[in-house]
């Protein structure tokens, strides 16, 4: 060996062109020499980070700077082995004393950026990266730093502007090539932003072909331009580069959610999972798979995870306990909303299980669904806003209900109406709607042709008011629009100026929609909120639905099983709405033809014949069973067409109460046994089999259907019917 210095600089050298083994023997040999070297601790400790050993780094960084306090480098370097082992302050002081040393150290600012970036502290850390631009305009890491931080915050633009800078001192950065993209996409949701993303996710994949990130945001880029088959390419490149990926087999799963795949998104989000157990997005995100399957069981359970997401409501976290179906003996249980108002309006329908279990139900939602949920049977108060901790015992998350009720698809409360419009409110708008209907008869239809613009999933289902001039063509049909939010200005000036009734300035809330609806014969509106109320008021509702659906709409099916006066027209193709308005026009062009005139001759006039309750809510239940048993498409348009006009009377009895709803019940399950029994005679008598079990299948419908009358006749005494059926047979 020559001299010391010699040697540091060949082990530097080594150290420098990665040959660190060769670097680690020379540093280990000068420390044999001399033990109290302290670069040659400092930087054997960087060896040591270098090969994972943790611990040994920071003992030989430690000792070093027992011997030399004031190498400002082993301050930065202690700073990030204690950042590294999760102990924050002190490696904020370690980059404190690193800068103290040296004021002008850059580097030192730039990590403690990193680390209050890290710590949720923005504002510190901006300041930070900001120093150190000041003090290295030339170093791209301090514009890198500043544009993450930048871009947490929403500060989209700026962030842009601070990687751009990035890039053009240091292209070869294939992470803040990709971070672009990710702030280019966030930044312009028009898709032009997607579509710039796009390439500077392939520059960051070009400069390294095995950076798994840059692959996954090329595939989300991909997935917002709609070319959905290349995103899933993307995404499984991801994990082919890091099969430990866990976020890249989530984002393929997702890709293929969008393409209505269901078997492999679950597999994706399901190997996702088994990566990371607690990473919420996935398993939130494999629980609305499993749930647009009719997987339900195993869906509510995983949808739970919905409440651990960054994105989880505020009042997820409660400060009281949580209520898991357990009787609640007459405590208070909030209720309360947690994400669009459509799943309040969708949920609240399990108010009065709650109350059956014995609770006191407290209702908490947004300010616009109040007036319309204070008619909600066993509901003691309806809260928006804050409400006080001594007010309620225990809370829940209303999307939670499902989970806590064990909901399967053939046990979903799915009986109609549960809301109610105000009647004096009725009337109101009614003096609006009077005279409307043109050709002397006809259609009142609302429409809604936008959700929220704020909602994730707005740019694939909302559609504008333009396709709906196609709807007011048609003859017999008047337009209403109910349409609220920052599109209810289009209709002031419909496209082309077709006739458009617009009550959307004069509403207030969704009383006042309530309301509106009760007047009208028909709502067609996109995925949104008015959809849920017009289910839950008992209106005919036909609703657009984007080709890869919200959970709730499942797939491969026209009705809904949470509504049964919907009907769903869906896209045929992402982002090609065509099909389903087409469809949608031909069925309201029916649906208007086969309205009868208002002419003078007797025979034109509709048939208005009066029932009691009981025979009509007799009657719809038959139609139910035939709707679920029916597999004729003829049949079935005609079977919905009679089940909704029959509806729209019922809406007008009190079907919600729990009285009412168990004698409904009942008559459905008799309809079902005697329409099963029916079958079964019919098959012996195709079989010429007159035999005990004919006897026995004869002797029960009269039997079954002695058990129909009563529950009709009790329903006409509930609902104080006018016209009550009577039977008269001889005693068996």
Aim: with cysteine.
């Amino acid at each position: 060996m020559a001299t010391i210095q010699d040697a540091l600089a060949a082990a530097v050298r080594h150290h420098q062109s990665g040959n660190l083994a060769a670097a680690a023997r020379l540093y280990r040999r000068i420390l044999e020499i001399t033990p109290e070297q302290s670069d040659a601790l400092h930087l054997l400790g960087l060896v040591a980070r270098r090969a994972g050993q943790g611990g040994a780094a920071l003992r030989l960084m430690i000792r070093a700077l027992r011997i030399d306090p004031a190498i400002a480098e082993a301050r930065l370097n202690l700073g990030n082995l204690l950042r590294d082992q999760g102990h924050a302050a002190g490696a904020e002081a370690a980059y404190r004393n690193a800068v103290a040393l040296r004021p002008d150290f850059a580097a030192a600012y730039e990590n403690v950026g990193g680390l209050l970036r890290g710590l949720s502290r923005p504002a510190d850390a901006r300041d930070a990266y900001r120093r150190a631009i000041r003090l290295s305009p030339a170093g791209s890491e301090g514009h890198a730093g500043l544009g993450n931080v930048l871009q947490e915050g929403d500060d989209l633009q700026d962030a842009v502007a601070s990687y751009a800078r990035a890039i053009a001192i240091d292209p070869t950065n294939m992470a803040v090539c990709n971070n672009l993209g990710i702030a280019l996409r966030s930044l312009d949701k028009t898709g032009a932003g997607a579509e710039a993303a796009t390439a500077w996710h392939r520059r960051a994949v070009a400069l390294n072909p095995y950076f798994a990130a840059g692959y996954s945001s090329l595939g989300l880029a991909l997935q917002e331009l709609g070319r959905l088959e290349d995103a899933a390419h993307a995404h499984a490149r991801a994990v082919a580069v890091d099969p430990g990926f866990a976020g890249g087999y989530a984002n393929h799963g997702n890709a293929r959610l969008n393409q209505n795949r269901l078997i492999e998104a679950v597999t994706g989000f399901r190997r996702a999972v088994a990566i990371d157990p607690a990473g919420p997005d996935a398993r939130r995100n494999l629980g609305m798979a499993l749930l647009v399957g009719g997987r339900f069981e195993e869906g509510w359970r995983e949808y739970e995870w919905r409440l651990r997401c960054k994105d989880a409501p505020a009042q997820a976290a409660m400060p009281k306990p949580r209520w898991t179906g357990e009787p609640p003996d007459g405590r208070r249980i909030l209720l309360h909303g947690e994400q669009g108002l459509g799943d309040s309006l969708q949920f609240c329908r399990y108010v009065p299980l709650v109350a059956a279990r014995g609770g006191r139900v407290i209702l908490g939602v947004p300010a616009p669904l109040k007036r319309v949920l204070a008619g909600l049977p066993c509901v003691e108060r309806v809260v928006s806003g804050q409400l006080g901790t001594d007010d309620f015992d225990l809370h829940l998350p209303m999307l939670s209900l499902g989970e806590v009720f064990g909901t399967q698809m053939d046990t979903i409360p799915h009986r109609v109406p549960y809301l109610s419009a105000e009647p004096d409110l009725v009337a109101r708008w009614g003096e609006r709607l009077k005279g409307l209907a043109r050709d002397g008869g006809g259609l009142k239809v609302g429409i809604v042709w936008a959700g929220s613009p704020t909602h994730g999933n707005d740019r694939n289902r909302s559609i504008g008011l333009a396709p709906f001039a196609r709807l007011a063509a048609i003859p017999g049909v008047s337009l209403v629009s109910i349409q609220k939010g920052p599109t209810e200005g289009q209709a002031a000036n419909p496209p082309g100026g077709f006739p458009l009734l617009n009550l959307s300035p004069d509403i207030k809330d969704f009383a006042d929609t309530a309301a509106i609806m009760a007047n009208l014969d028909l709502v067609v509106c996109v995925d949104t909120s008015v959809a849920h109320l017009a289910g839950a008021l008992g209106v005919p509702v036909w609703v657009l639905v984007p080709f890869a659906p919200d959970w709730r709409w499942m797939l491969d099916r026209e009705d809904s099983p949470w509504y049964p006066t919907m009907r769903l027209f869906r896209q045929e193709r992402p982002q090609h709405w065509d099909d389903a308005i087409d469809r949608l026009e031909r069925a309201l062009c029916e649906r208007a033809a086969s309205l009868p005139l208002r002419q003078n001759g007797a025979s034109d006039m509709p048939i208005l014949a009066p029932v009691s309750w009981g025979e009509l809510l007799d009657k719809i239940t038959i139609l139910d069973i035939k709707t679920e048993r029916i597999a004729d498409a003829d049949k079935l348009a005609n079977v919905r067409r009679e089940r909704e006009a029959l509806l729209a009377v019922a809406v007008k009895a009190d079907t919600a109460r729990p009285e009412v709803a168990e004698l409904i019940d009942g008559l459905r399950a008799v309809n079902t046994t005697l329409w099963e029994v029916e079958d079964e005679i019919r098959d012996c008598e195709r079989a010429k089999d007159f035999g005990p079990r004919f006897v026995e299948l004869a002797r029960q419908v009269y039997h079954t259907n002695d058990r129909r009358a009563a529950l009709k006749r009790d329903l006409n005494r509930l609902l104080g019917s006018e016209l009550v059926e009577e039977k008269s047979y001889q005693a068996y």
